[in-house]
């Protein structure tokens, strides 16, 4: 099969994004040099590394949604696979690593552009698929649950230890002091009680979301484009 032509950036029918992309091997960089991916014609280009890459659409063998890094600010991110093996990352985050809201509404309009263009070109052979692979999500799942009993339940059980607990002063007799008991504050531990529900509220928002499953390009998961 011929490489498909050369994009030209400038054509009326082509569309830049100025959005942070990644190809090939993992690895760390302390700022993310690589940016700008474009759909065309029937066609996705993009330049990694100072190599260009043109991609026919219908190579294209499966897409990917995602959130990434922290539950905080995660990082919204598409994969693209290709049927030679290439594989494509394009994220919402700026070039030091984190997410901002122009960003953001960027990748949006990527996400619903690409999706757009492979309804067009009828590409019924891609696989569309959302969130995390099942081993993943399995220990993330585990994981949240497990710091959310820490963080929650803990502070709940003291919550309501405090409704029943009585403080005694010290008590001596001639052999030894029995120790004063004291009972932590009701409010202080609701304190800890609502940080800890504000904390894991992300966490728990992004599990969700990451739930492994597959959509359609009609039907975009807009849990994964805030």
Same mark, same amino acid.
């Given at each position: 099969?011929?490489?498909?032509?050369?994009?030209?950036?400038k054509?009326? =029918?082509?569309?830049?994004?100025?959005?942070?992309?990644?190809?090939?091997?993992?690895?760390?960089? @302390?700022?993310?040099? +690589?940016?700008?991916?474009?759909?065309?014609?029937?066609?996705?280009?993009?330049?990694?590394?100072?190599?260009? &890459?043109?991609? *026919? !659409?219908?190579?294209?063998?499966?897409?990917?949604? /995602?959130?990434?890094?922290?539950?905080? +600010?995660?990082? /919204?991110?598409?994969?693209?696979?290709?049927?030679?093996?290439?594989?494509?990352?394009?994220?919402?985050?700026? %070039?030091?690593?984190?997410?901002?809201?122009? /960003?953001?509404?960027?990748y949006? $309009?990527?996400?619903?552009?690409?999706?757009?263009?492979?309804?067009?070109? %009828?590409?019924?052979?891609?696989?569309?698929?959302?969130?995390?692979? =099942?081993a993943?999500?399995?220990?993330?799942?585990?994981?949240? %649950?497990l710091?959310?009993? !820490? !963080?929650?339940?803990?502070?709940?059980?003291?919550?309501?230890? #405090? !409704?029943?607990?009585?403080?005694?002063?010290?008590?001596? $007799? &001639?052999?030894?002091? #029995?120790?004063?008991? =004291?009972?932590?504050?009701?409010?202080?531990?609701?304190?800890?009680?609502?940080?800890?529900?504000?904390?894991?509220?992300?966490l @728990?928002?992004?599990?969700?979301?990451?739930?492994?499953?597959?959509?359609?390009? *009609?039907?975009?998961? =807009?849990?994964?484009?805030?």
């Open positions: 099969m011929d490489a498909p032509p050369a994009l030209d950036t054509s009326p =029918e082509s569309k830049t994004y100025d959005l942070t992309l990644s190809s090939g091997p993992k690895r760390f960089v @302390w700022r993310i040099a +690589n940016r700008g991916v474009t759909l065309g014609c029937g066609t996705i280009s993009w330049t990694y590394d100072g190599t260009a &890459e043109t991609k *026919e !659409l219908d190579d294209i063998a499966a897409v990917n949604l /995602q959130s990434v890094g922290s539950w905080q +600010n995660a990082v /919204q991110q598409c994969s693209i696979a290709f049927n030679d093996g290439t594989k494509l990352v394009v994220s919402d985050a700026a %070039a030091h690593g984190l997410p901002t809201k122009a /960003q953001s509404a960027i949006r $309009d990527f996400v619903r552009g690409l999706h757009a263009a492979l309804r067009a070109q %009828a590409s019924d052979g891609v696989r569309y698929s959302a969130g995390y692979g =099942e993943r999500y399995r220990f993330v799942f585990v994981f949240s %649950a710091l959310g009993l !820490l !963080l929650v339940a803990v502070p709940a059980g003291l919550f309501f230890w #405090t !409704l029943t607990c009585t403080p005694t002063p010290i008590q001596c $007799d &001639e052999l030894f002091c #029995t120790p004063a008991r =004291e009972c932590p504050g009701a409010t202080s531990v609701l304190a800890v009680l609502g940080f800890s529900a504000v904390f894991l509220w992300p @728990w928002r992004m599990v969700k979301a990451n739930a492994p499953r597959t959509y359609s390009p *009609e039907a975009l998961p =807009e849990d994964l484009l805030r």
